[in-house]
């Protein structure tokens, strides 16, 4: 996800809409203040969904953005050629639970969120620590009380020391030059300035924390000329120390027993992407807010490790993985720490959009490496995903997946992953005005290009790496956390509508491209937290239409189908027809204008008469056909 750092703007007023559901008839049917019905949702039509899977072969969605802007009605032609097949499909769309204090026990979204999970009915669903909720995401949240804290910066940052107990009585160890090794064994290497210990000691001794930058003025001088690349290592002692640590794991267990109770058979993508903020060489957060489901924005990311040789990060991403897959682990100091979760980890994705922290693709690499073979020593079945990118640089993505600029046993990547949030504006004014929606849908299609890029890459530096597009999204300029809270204007009802729409086209279009997994993101999101790429409604606990159309496309699609031939002479009009592995026949439409769309389907297969039918797409119409009882229908999405 993005982290929002555009302009804050007022914006006008606007209709809310709280949710959908789909039913078997149409508009007559009113809203009930009942559960929504996950498990049927063609219930409200009065058509149970295992009936309506018995009667539907194609099957149809969305969507267009005109149920309230009728500009008029256009024709348009579809024609189906159920013998002739294009391609296989290989994606599983999937989605991501990004932890929020709306998904944890008791509140409003709980129940509906996690049986949504069930019904989604997919592997690759992601489950992503996200950093605005330490105390929800972060399992030690303070390095260990232990006698000795060590850090290692490079020429021109800043290194930060912290005793949690006692003040820093001792400096036993200072080398600004080339030092070697790691906590512990550090050792002086070819350069070293003779100035190291009393630079140190005169900023940090008797001090509970301080800070030193790394330049050559602090130390007195340049102590090797000839040589460019410079860092500092130091070891401090502490006056007191009780080796105790802070790992606590309370908030997060329900989180993450809910989740893979909902997602139980299926391959999970585990994302505690937020290591502790103690461990990078940033300014040392001194206290949290008591309440956990407070945002902290300000948790911070540094952009280089305190401790180079990455022991320390990957030990910690070790320990979780233990605390999950193997009962328990072994602490900093020896102690055992038993959690009794024997949990079956598919995938493992190592940091989330490293890319707006930021740090460099070679650091990255560098702590995906440590991680990965930490993690192999422990189980070598788990699989690895990275870099989870932002902003999609194809310099990146072409270094992360040359295997030269890996360490030497690491293995090829599993998986390489990346995110896409289409912003249908940049104007904020504009925020509310759905005729700027349509947007999304050429962002869609500059994005499909870099998908093709991305592939080529892959195909060249590392064919046997998969594509998972964990996140796929639309956001509208002005969400918090620049936005002043609480959020004061609701979305319009057909931000849903147009976001959906795009997401199944992007699906339908990555999948002769070869993507293996895209997930919709995400579950969940609030007024305060990026509320435009929500699923759910945070006032009422239910799904909204994205949610809905995932669903719907996972109920009637998915990896196997078989793509045939299928074509629209109207530029708006995306469509594709499937013989599914089920053995029906299913057709996809997506109609990306705001006018109504009256669309002659015609269909062609061998041994049979052509036929054709005729459908007209509003927001949010699905259409299906049974071609061998002729039986046709509607089933409609009503935006509430």
């Given at each position: 996800?993005?982290?929002?750092?555009?302009?804050?703007?007022?914006?006008?007023?606007?209709?809310?809409?709280?949710?959908?559901?789909?039913?078997?008839?149409?508009?007559?049917?009113e809203?009930?203040?009942?559960?929504?019905?996950?498990?049927?949702?063609?219930?409200k039509?009065?058509?149970?969904?295992?009936?309506h899977?018995?009667?539907?072969?194609?099957?149809?969605?969305?969507?267009?953005?005109?149920?309230?802007?009728?500009?008029?009605?256009?024709?348009?032609?579809?024609?189906v050629?159920?013998?002739?097949?294009?391609?296989?499909?290989?994606?599983?769309?999937?989605?991501q639970?990004?932890?929020?204090?709306?998904?944890?026990r008791?509140?409003?979204?709980?129940?509906?969120?996690?049986?949504?999970?069930?019904?989604?009915?997919?592997?690759?669903?992601?489950?992503?620590?996200?950093?605005?909720?330490?105390?929800?995401?972060?399992?030690e949240?303070?390095?260990?009380?232990?006698?000795?804290?060590?850090?290692?910066?490079?020429?021109?940052?800043?290194?930060?020391?912290?005793?949690?107990?006692?003040?820093?009585?001792?400096?036993?160890?200072?080398s600004?030059?080339?030092?070697?090794?790691?906590?512990?064994?550090?050792?002086?290497?070819?350069?070293?300035?003779?100035?190291?210990?009393?630079?140190?000691?005169?900023?940090?001794?008797?001090?509970?924390?301080?800070?030193?930058?790394?330049?050559?003025?602090?130390?007195g001088?340049?102590?090797?000329?000839?040589?460019p690349?410079?860092?500092?290592?130091?070891?401090?002692?502490?006056?007191y120390?009780?080796?105790?640590?802070?790992?606590?794991?309370?908030?997060?267990?329900?989180?993450?027993e809910?989740?893979?109770?909902?997602?139980?058979?299926?391959?999970?993508?585990?994302?505690?992407?937020t290591?502790?903020?103690?461990?990078?060489?940033?300014?040392?957060?001194?206290?949290?807010?008591?309440?956990p489901?407070?945002?902290?924005?300000?948790?911070?990311?540094?952009r280089?490790?305190?401790?180079a040789?990455?022991?320390?990060?990957?030990?910690?991403?070790?320990?979780?993985?233990?605390?999950?897959?193997?009962?328990?682990?072994?602490?900093?100091?020896?102690?055992?720490h038993?959690?009794?979760?024997y949990?079956?980890?598919?995938?493992?994705?190592?940091?989330?959009?490293?890319?707006?922290?930021?740090?460099?693709?070679?650091?990255?690499?560098?702590?995906y490496?440590?991680?990965?073979?930490?993690?192999?020593?422990?189980?070598?079945?788990?699989?690895?995903?990275g870099?989870?990118?932002a902003?999609?640089?194809?310099a990146?993505?072409?270094?992360?997946?040359?295997?030269?600029?890996?360490?030497?046993?690491?293995?090829?990547?599993?998986?390489?992953?990346?995110?896409?949030?289409?912003?249908?504006?940049?104007?904020?004014?504009?925020?509310?005005?759905?005729?700027?929606?349509?947007?999304?849908?050429?962002?869609?299609?500059?994005?499909?290009?870099?998908?093709?890029?991305?592939?080529?890459?892959?195909?060249?530096?590392?064919?046997?790496?998969?594509?998972?597009?964990?996140?796929?999204?639309?956001?509208?300029?002005?969400?918090?956390?620049?936005?002043?809270?609480?959020?004061?204007?609701?979305?319009?009802?057909?931000?849903?509508?147009?976001a959906?729409?795009?997401?199944?086209?992007v699906?339908?279009?990555?999948?002769?491209?070869?993507?293996?997994?895209?997930?919709?993101?995400?579950?969940?999101?609030?007024?305060?937290?990026?509320?435009?790429?929500?699923?759910?409604?945070?006032?009422?606990?239910?799904?909204?239409?994205?949610?809905?159309?995932?669903?719907?496309?996972?109920?009637?699609?998915?990896?196997?189908?078989?793509?045939?031939?299928?074509?629209?002479?109207?530029?708006?009009?995306?469509?594709?027809?499937?013989?599914?592995?089920s053995?029906?026949?299913?057709?996809?439409?997506?109609?990306?204008?705001?006018?109504k769309?009256?669309?002659?389907?015609?269909?062609?297969?061998?041994?049979?008469?052509?036929?054709?039918?005729?459908?007209?797409?509003?927001?949010?119409?699905?259409?299906?056909?049974?071609?061998?009882?002729?039986?046709?229908?509607?089933?409609?999405?009503?935006?509430?």
């Amino acid at each position: 996800m993005y982290r929002v750092t555009r302009p804050v703007l007022p914006t006008p007023e606007a209709p809310h809409t709280t949710s959908c559901t789909v039913t078997g008839r149409g508009r007559e049917d009113e809203d009930t203040d009942e559960d929504w019905p996950i498990d049927r949702y063609h219930e409200k039509g009065g058509v149970p969904e295992e009936e309506h899977r018995m009667r539907c072969c194609i099957l149809l969605l969305l969507c267009s953005l005109c149920s309230f802007f009728l500009l008029g009605v256009w024709c348009a032609n579809v024609v189906v050629q159920w013998d002739d097949v294009a391609f296989v499909n290989p994606t599983s769309s999937t989605t991501q639970l990004v932890i929020n204090p709306l998904a944890r026990r008791g509140t409003l979204l709980h129940n509906g969120t996690f049986e949504a999970l069930k019904r989604i009915n997919r592997d690759h669903v992601r489950f992503q620590g996200w950093y605005p909720y330490p105390k929800l995401v972060v399992a030690e949240l303070y390095p260990p009380s232990g006698l000795h804290q060590c850090a290692t910066a490079s020429q021109n940052n800043t290194i930060y020391l912290q005793c949690r107990e006692g003040v820093i009585s001792g400096i036993d160890f200072a080398s600004y030059g080339t030092p070697q090794n790691s906590c512990g064994t550090f050792a002086k290497g070819k350069c070293d300035s003779v100035n190291s210990a009393s630079v140190v000691e005169s900023l940090c001794l008797n001090k509970a924390s301080c800070s030193v930058q790394v330049t050559n003025s602090i130390f007195g001088g340049d102590p090797c000329p000839s040589i460019p690349a410079k860092w500092l290592s130091v070891q401090a002692r502490c006056s007191y120390a009780s080796n105790t640590t802070s790992w606590d794991f309370s908030l997060l267990d329900p989180l993450m027993e809910d989740f893979m109770s909902a997602t139980e058979g299926h391959t999970h993508v585990i994302d505690l992407c937020t290591p502790p903020s103690w461990m990078w060489n940033a300014p040392p957060i001194s206290s949290l807010p008591q309440d956990p489901n407070q945002l902290v924005w300000n948790y911070t990311l540094g952009r280089e490790l305190r401790d180079a040789s990455m022991q320390e990060v990957s030990s910690y991403y070790v320990r979780v993985y233990e605390w999950y897959a193997k009962g328990g682990f072994v602490d900093e100091f020896g102690k055992y720490h038993h959690s009794g979760h024997y949990y079956n980890i598919t995938y493992w994705e190592v940091l989330n959009e490293y890319d707006l922290d930021p740090i460099t693709i070679e650091l990255y690499t560098k702590i995906y490496d440590a991680v990965v073979l930490a993690l192999r020593k422990v189980d070598l079945n788990l699989q690895f995903i990275g870099p989870a990118s932002a902003n999609r640089n194809m310099a990146d993505i072409s270094y992360f997946l040359n295997s030269s600029n890996h360490a030497p046993s690491v293995p090829p990547v599993d998986y390489v992953s990346y995110h896409f949030y289409a912003w249908p504006t940049n104007n904020i004014t504009q925020r509310n005005n759905v005729s700027v929606y349509l947007g999304l849908f050429s962002q869609a299609d500059w994005f499909l290009g870099q998908i093709q890029q991305i592939q080529k890459i892959r195909s060249t530096l590392s064919p046997s790496t998969k594509t998972d597009i964990d996140e796929v999204g639309s956001m509208l300029v002005g969400d918090p956390p620049n936005q002043p809270n609480p959020y004061p204007v609701p979305l319009p009802a057909l931000w849903w509508n147009a976001a959906a729409a795009m997401y199944a086209y992007v699906y339908a279009r990555a999948q002769p491209l070869g993507v293996e997994a895209m997930g919709m993101s995400q579950m969940i999101a609030d007024p305060d937290n990026l509320p435009s790429i929500a699923m759910m409604d945070w006032s009422t606990g239910k799904p909204n239409a994205r949610l809905w159309t995932l669903i719907m496309m996972n109920d009637h699609l998915g990896p196997g189908d078989k793509a045939v031939q299928t074509s629209s002479d109207d530029y708006d009009l995306f469509a594709q027809a499937y013989k599914t592995t089920s053995g029906r026949q299913a057709l996809l439409l997506v109609n990306k204008s705001l006018e109504k769309k009256l669309v002659t389907i015609q269909q062609q297969q061998e041994g049979t008469a052509s036929s054709s039918s005729s459908v007209t797409l509003a927001s949010g119409v699905a259409y299906y056909t049974d071609e061998t009882t002729g039986e046709a229908g509607y089933s409609e999405a009503l935006f509430r």
